[in-house]
């Protein structure tokens, strides 16, 4: 760490030092009347254009077959992605919102951070071996999903550049309470995988002071057959389609409601996620690898994520003032099989594989005031300050053999160390200002420094301002931030390219070195909403923007030669990037028991302004349309289609050469519709059954984008599901 660094975490003490006894203080002060009732600056935010709220409600209309992905897909803005337009990995798809990319989505849990993702290994084109962070709660107990998009997002500091992911836990109960749910799907076709699911809750007092909550879960997803994709594979590997996966997860919440105004809560987690191997190859290429290394893991585990959390949580109201204030520790072990760092066979499983343990520590320290005042107008004052530490120790990528590399790496040949840390110390203020009766204004300053990237300002503004009655006009402004991962910047991880990963280069090879000189990535997002209400009507549309710098990728620039004639390039800083496009909504209600909502995304442009190659590989347009009928009070019915747009391949290949042919093709527009229905017998008794994917339209992965263009992905087909769920 710098010895900047070094001075700013006294600073930080001090800030919470200075927060715990203003709230020592705050029970002497007199209470401040205010003419106008004023929420948190944070809360105020969630009234953005960019924000979604999936309610339990919905979730229970449609459950996901296995990760809330696929219901998060189906709000404004978001689709699932990998990390790059490579196609690599092509059915791991995660979280993308904005077309920024799943790096930069941040995913919390009940306001705090999840990043177990961080703990798999970067590939050269961003690719990871991951599912993502949006299937560690089980989706019946959720009491509901926060999705916020652009500036509303860029409050919570690095990582939160795309959007933000909020997933909020049911609580405790005044009563015992408990509920048991059943899941099961039924796939049309023998050859894509079932899911069984069952999960529980438990919450009740146990006392007059002290209640808990507790959950469990455990779901098999099964893998498609090895052979699904056979009839469509451009080449002679056969690709694989998606993996299966086995999730166990226990969860309890002890809340200590000390006295009406102060509360604690622990909470103590423990999840196994555990992949079932369907035979996905990074690169779709034999090799040394051949497919037949790889058939005896088909069907069984390679990996397995164990995410341990542990958390204390301070709230309080002090007369007008509030607190929150809270300590995470997060652990994951990513136990996998060991993989290939070079070429052909990056992020393969070798024949003689065996398994080894990546471990990522995450320490989070936050703590935040709210301050109700009056200065002209009446405001709610936002302050906070917040310290992460990440440590990572990686056995199983740090160990590339570079005893014939020539030397020049600056780093040894053999026995590298396996060890990255990092530290990131924030502050940031906010103020919510009431300017008249129709007018918001939130402006926000957050600072960041990391040990390694340096400092880092983000300014942002946000304003609401009620035309009259029924249009509102929503805009803001907010400078993003993220800081390099701890691969991207360790020079001692490295990966080796015969040629496959080198940017315009012969036949000589490459290195691809970590760089600790990395500049933090900016973006300045901007968005401008109009919103309609009227007799239960709502309508809006928002454009966004986001002009990115300093974009980490595999660098283009060769920083010289070892002695055996390989080029050396580093992670480098892609100078400029852009995001542009539209959101919409709309909804009507029909009569009194029946609603149709409507929400599409159209995507301007996403690129990187150096090659004007995209971002991510997502579609030019998404429409989302549901339309939602209360047969009775005890019976719903629901039925939604999803519409993707067009979705356009790179242009030029991991080498720099331009693609033609196969590589050039286009993934068509395609719908997807589904129905469900759901019966209340009584008050403990709930059945749900659908099916999705009604008019069985498939899609098949036919390899990564170098050969299949943007077909690269599978889309299951036909499947009737059921849920059951029994309460008291």
Known sequence: ????????????????????????????????????????????????????????????????????????????????????????????????????????????????????????????????????????????????????????????????????????????????????TVFTNFPTHKAEGATKRIDFGLSGPLSESISYRVYGNFNKTEGDKGDINKKNTIGNFVTAGREGVRNKDVNGLLKWQVTPDQIIEFESGFSRQGNIFAGDSMNNAGGANPVADRAPWIGRETNIMYRENYALTHRGDWDNLSSLSYIQYEKTRNRRLSEGLMGAVEGNISGDAEFGTITLENYTVHSELHVPFYFGVDQMLTVGAEWQQQKMNDPVSNNLDLKGSGGNLGVSDTNRSTKAKSNLTSIFIENNMALGARTTLTPGLRFDHHSQSGDNWSPAVNILHELNDNFTLKAGIARAYKAPNLYQSNNNYLLMSGGNGCWNVGPGGCYLQGNEKLKAETSVNKELGLEFKKNGWAAGITWFRNDYKNKVQAGHETLGLTDKGRYIFQWENVPKAVVEGFEGSLLVPVSDSMTWTTNFTYMVQSKDKRTNEPLSIIPKFTVNSMYDWQVTEAWSLNANVSWYGKQTPPKYSYRGAELEGDARRQQSPYAIASLASTYKFNKNYRLTVGVNNLFDKRLYREGNSVVAGAKTYNEPGRAVYTSVTASF
Not at 113 to 130: I, K, L
Not at 134 to 150: M, S
Not at 155 to 170: D, F, P
């Open 1 to 180: 760490m710098s010895r900047k660094g070094l001075t700013l975490q006294p600073t930080l003490l001090a800030i919470c030092i200075a927060g715990l006894s203003m709230q020592a203080l705050a029970n002497n002060q007199e209470p401040v009347e205010l003419g106008k009732t004023l929420v948190t600056a944070q809360e105020e935010l969630k009234q953005a254009p960019g924000v979604s709220i999936i309610t339990a409600q919905d979730l229970e209309k449609m459950p996901p077959v296995n990760d809330i992905s696929e219901i998060l897909r189906k709000q404004p803005g978001v689709n699932l992605t990998g990390n790059s337009g490579s196609g690599a990995r092509g059915n791991n798809r995660q979280i993308d919102i904005r077309g920024m990319g799943p790096e930069n989505t941040m995913i919390l849990v009940d306001g705090k951070p999840v990043s177990s993702r961080n703990a798999v290994r970067y590939g050269w084109r961003g690719d990871r071996d991951s599912r993502g962070d949006t299937n560690w709660v089980p989706a019946d107990q959720i009491e509901r999903i926060e999705v916020l998009r652009g500036p509303a997002a860029a409050r919570y500091g690095s990582g939160a550049a795309g959007g933000v992911i909020n997933i909020i836990t049911k609580g405790t109960t005044e009563e015992v309470h408990g509920n048991v």
